[in-house]
């Protein structure tokens, strides 16, 4: 409780604008953070296939997964086959792992399960991703582009292409680690092989980028999302006039509730950890509506959740690209490799 408490006091700090008092003390700390990056900074390792990073500058999400999902997504669509690494952050153990739609979140972390879930393509975790990426290669010959869960900071991987994910908290008071927000220092201007996408109605950076459009998709009951029955959505409309827990374990739960509310539902907050373990149900047992987003439905297990008359509806987040922020990105890959190669004109 005492780290939570200090998590969120450092937070209101980072968020400001201007760089506070307490956030100007700690400063010199922010420098020693910049120099130990530096030091600790690796040489990339060829790979046999482009590798495309999506992450954030920043500490907690912007909108990653949901941007994994969508590029992986267009990336099928001009006919290539992705797959996906992660570190996979709070899973037990740092070891390259395959992940499997059955896998436990608490092995494999709570994004990567979603990713493969959602996805259905390769996804292998590893603390160290040019393992994770050498050892998915080594399992699926037919995977010929990789897409990184975040590694922004991972140097030793490879990239054709970087996409940095900004919402509109943009990056803050501008400092670095632990006076800020900042992984690494905004960059005055995008490199050749980045590319900047806003999570946000306006840009939150001074930075040139695409607008992402997100969309809640329609609500599933928490059996048929584990099962894949997808038949058995629900329009969002369908959950009006009732009283709804909403719950969400993710870095900015304020922005699933007012999407839901924006649909018309009338819901009782209730914001948790990010990655949050779900060792017991956080709401009483008698509540009859919870709302959850998908990160938080893979750590629902049934032994969790079959006691009681408490419906759970799994509501996911949908990320829809751009087309120009697409082709931008293609143009970085070139020709899918199993592709006949388009002739060079005169």
């Known amino acids: 409780m005492v780290r939570l408490a200090l998590a969120a ?7 400001r604008a201007d760089v506070s008092l307490p956030m100007q003390l700690l400063r010199p700390l ?17 790979l046999p296939v ?12 912007a909108g990653k997964t949901p941007t994994v999902l969508a590029v992986v997504q267009g990336l099928q669509q001009a006919g290539w086959f ?28 709570d994004e990567p399960l979603l990713l493969r879930r959602r996805s259905g393509v390769p996804v292998w975790v590893g603390r160290r991703r040019v393992d994770a990426a050498r050892a998915l290669l080594a399992a699926h010959a037919e995977v010929d582009v990789l897409v990184s869960d975040d590694g922004l900071q991972h140097r030793a991987l490879p990239r054709v292409a970087e996409i940095m994910v900004f919402d509109e908290r943009g990056c803050g008071n501008g ?13 005055r201007t995008l490199a050749a092989q980045q590319l900047l996408l806003y999570n946000a ?22 059996a048929d999302w584990q099962a894949g029955r997808t038949e058995a959505a629900v329009p969002l409309d369908t959950l009006r006039g009732r009283p709804l827990l909403a719950a969400a374990g993710i ?30 149900l956080p709401w009483p047992a008698a509540t009859a509506d919870v709302v959850v987003t998908e990160k938080d439905a893979v750590k629902l297990t049934g032994q969790l959740t079959a006691p009681g008359a408490t419906r759970i509806w799994v509501v996911g987040l949908d990320f829809a690209l751009p ?22 004109p005169p």
């Open 9 to 15: 006091r450092l937070q209101r700090h980072w968020w």
């Open 30 to 46: 922010s420098w020693l953070y910049a120099a130990l990056a530096r030091r600790m900074h690796q040489p990339a390792q060829a």
């Open 50 to 61: 482009p590798v495309v990073v999506v992450g954030n500058l920043i500490v907690g999400g």
């Open 82 to 109: 992705p797959g996906i690494v992660s570190r996979g952050h709070g899973r037990r153990g740092d070891g390259v792992q395959a992940v499997q739609a059955g896998s436990a979140a608490a092995a494999v972390g």
């Open 175 to 187: 400092l670095l680690l632990p006076a800020g927000p900042l992984r690494e220092a905004l960059p």
């Open 201 to 222: 109605a306006r840009p939150s950076t001074p930075l040139p980028g695409a607008f992402v459009q997100r969309r809640l998709a329609q609500a599933l009951p928490l």
């Open 251 to 280: 870095a900015a739960p304020e922005r699933f509730f007012a999407m839901l509310e924006a649909q018309g539902l009338q819901i009782e907050r209730l914001p948790l950890p990010d990655h949050h373990g779900y060792a017991t």
């Open 323 to 344: 087309a120009e922020f697409t082709q931008d990105l293609l143009r970085r890959l070139g020709q899918p490799p199993h592709l006949p190669k388009s002739p060079t």
